[in-house]
């Protein structure tokens, strides 16, 4: 599996490096550091599988680069938000652009491995909060929700 980290601290993208290597010893990893550096990546790999992207970068506002990102991201790709913000409006932006799962940096290191599992595995993922303060995906087939550190499937229209 190939997966791409941007973010624009190095030791984030480091430390989430060497925590994701922890269950796949045949993992990829490829990092990037602001918004133009992942599209070059993005443009220049094959078969990145997973995009792990923070949104708060130095190059461009979240909504432009995250707009840019997606539009150079090949089919196959999974974009996951791995942000420190929380606000309603970037939750909902990354979804709509195509995002499969937003994680709060804040998160249990056990809910940031299940979220990415459930997003590798073809589900969505997004906050406890987010979902019990605002339904905003009642279209989706399956959402997780992390609860006292648990995470709990729904299945909506299944």
């Known amino acids: 599996m190939k997966i791409l980290i941007a973010d624009d601290h190095a030791l984030f993208r480091d430390g989430l490096a060497?925590?994701?290597?922890?269950?796949?010893?045949?993992?990829i990893i490829f990092q990037s550091y602001n918004f133009l550096q992942t599209i070059k990546v993005l443009e220049e790999e094959k078969n990145i599988d997973i995009l792990i992207l923070d949104l708060d970068m130095p190059d461009m506002t979240w909504e432009e680069g995250l707009e840019k990102v997606v539009k150079a991201m090949k089919s196959q790709t999974r974009l996951i938000v791995m942000s420190a913000s929380e606000e309603v409006k970037s939750v909902?932006?990354?979804?709509?652009?195509?995002?499969?799962?937003?994680?709060?940096?804040?998160s249990d290191p056990k809910i940031i491995e299940s979220a990415i599992n459930l997003v590798i595995s073809g589900g969505v993922y997004l906050p406890h909060e987010i979902l019990h303060k605002h339904i905003i995906l009642p279209f989706t087939r399956e959402v997780r929700i992390e609860k006292s550190g648990v995470l709990l499937s729904l299945c909506h229209y299944c």
């Open 18 to 27: 060497i925590f994701m290597e922890q269950f796949d010893k045949n993992v």
């Open 92 to 106: 909902k932006k990354s979804i709509e652009l195509g995002a499969k799962g937003y994680i709060s940096k804040r």
